[in-house]
């Protein structure tokens, strides 16, 4: 664990205060603009529903490491096991229109219940991430997401932060995005949409973009108790943007369009079964193929699964463009879990993956090692605080040993 956090003497290294400091004042300036905005609109509407009614009030890859998020929510992403998502029965409904009044009738006298805000923060929510390896790599993540929830019930997301790239042989990138996403529904459709902008301190700006359109084959079932008990999900995706896989592929400006479907299925109340395809292109040339399938049941609070994953490119251009690009890679594990309460504030999470990969035509050992701690500080806010460690390559080591660590949390705010 020392070693692990060693990586952040780096960041201490280099002189790129002044980038933090002039991007932090913008930063805060736009947020504390539109906290201060949102909270009185939060203050309007919580006055109107206390003078009259109460109303109704979590892909497996991320750059080029081969992960499995644990129940992770991220902003843009579907949350399939919130089953308002899921079943239109339990979101709110519409308001319904007001009768007209009869024409003898006399005026109206004028209402004194202030006006519906046309947006609400619902929840503000900091993703970290700090991932290192044995071969002096550093990547770090802080990422906060502004939710806003439209008078429609469509929801808008503000994204914004600091990322820190720091490689063995090449300069140290820092990246600020800013995006902005958006959320709706037509009919059973779900629509998801955003773009954005990365700037980086030495580096040109960079447009990026995703999408994602989910379609339910079959509706959901929900228990009475709210758990998810059937369904079957189909969505498509599609992203565009700079690869943030380390500081050398930002130096070569790679950019990647990545697209494909998804498929979710909900077996029973303990099996589920998660399916995604992967095709990509990038900018210098080359193409790639990602599949990912995982198997689970669950049995209480223990849970077993089945991972597959493949990866495959055109041509290896690793050592010119400087992500990992194998012509053939192969990674199967099983995986057991344990997830229960430790206390009432605190829920955690264990895991241990044990399988093989295939690089090159030689097999060897595929490990990981998983914990995540959630902690609920209040009862709008909570935490979640990780630790991984692999040995599932994300790079091409020769003939040494591959290990990495990943150090996570999320910090969540609801109003």
């Not at 995706?237 to 479907?261: D, H, M, V």
């Not at 701690?373 to 080591?397: H, M, W």
């Amino acid at each position: 664990m020392a070693d692990s956090f060693r990586p952040y003497l780096l960041i201490y290294r280099y002189s790129f205060t002044k980038y933090i400091l002039g991007y932090l004042q913008i930063q805060l300036g736009v947020i504390l603009s539109v906290g201060i905005w949102a909270f009185c609109e939060v203050k309007l509407q919580a006055a109107q529903l206390h003078e009259n009614t109460k109303s109704l009030s979590s892909s497996p890859l991320n750059g080029n490491q081969y992960h499995l998020e644990l129940s992770k929510p991220l902003p843009y992403r579907f949350l399939i096991a919130a089953p308002e998502n899921l079943n239109p029965d339990l979101r709110l409904p519409p308001p319904r229109p007001k009768p007209k009044p009869p024409e003898n009738s006399s005026p109206p006298t004028p209402s004194t219940e202030p006006a519906t805000p046309s947006a609400v923060l619902e929840s503000i929510h900091t993703d970290y991430r700090y991932d290192t390896d044995n071969f002096g790599q550093t990547n770090l993540f802080i990422e906060p997401t502004l939710q806003f929830r439209l008078r429609n019930g469509n929801k808008i997301f503000l994204k914004t932060g600091f990322n820190f790239f720091d490689q063995r042989g090449v300069e140290s990138v820092s990246n600020f995005p800013l995006q902005v996403g958006w959320q709706g529904k037509i009919g059973q459709v779900t629509l998801q949409t955003a773009t954005g902008i990365d700037v980086f301190d030495r580096l040109p700006a960079a447009m990026n973009l995703n999408a994602k359109v989910e379609v339910p084959i079959v509706p959901a079932r929900v228990s009475p108790s709210g758990q998810l008990r059937s369904l079957l999900v189909l969505s498509g995706n599609l992203e565009q943007g700079p690869y943030k896989s380390n500081a050398r592929t930002l130096e070569n400006e790679i950019t990647t369009w990545r697209f494909g479907p998804d498929l979710f299925w909900q077996i029973d109340r303990n099996t589920s079964l998660f399916s995604s395809l992967r095709l990509g292109n990038y900018n210098d040339g080359n193409s790639e193929v990602q599949t990912f399938s995982r198997l689970e049941r669950k049995f209480g609070q223990f849970s077993l699964a089945a991972n597959l994953f493949t990866w495959s490119y055109d041509r290896d251009l690793e050592s010119t463009s400087g992500y990992f690009s194998p012509p053939d890679f192969l990674v199967y594990n099983a995986e057991l879990a344990w997830e229960g309460d430790i206390a009432k504030f605190l829920r955690c999470r264990l895991a241990a993956n044990l399988g093989r990969q295939r690089l090159k035509g030689e097999f060897d050992n595929a490990n990981t090692y998983q914990t995540r701690c959630t902690v609920k500080l209040s009862p709008n806010i909570e935490a979640d605080l990780g630790y991984s460690f692999s040995n599932v390559r994300n790079q091409d080591t020769g003939e040494s040993a591959y290990g990495g660590n990943s150090l996570t949390g999320q910090l969540r705010v609801k109003f």
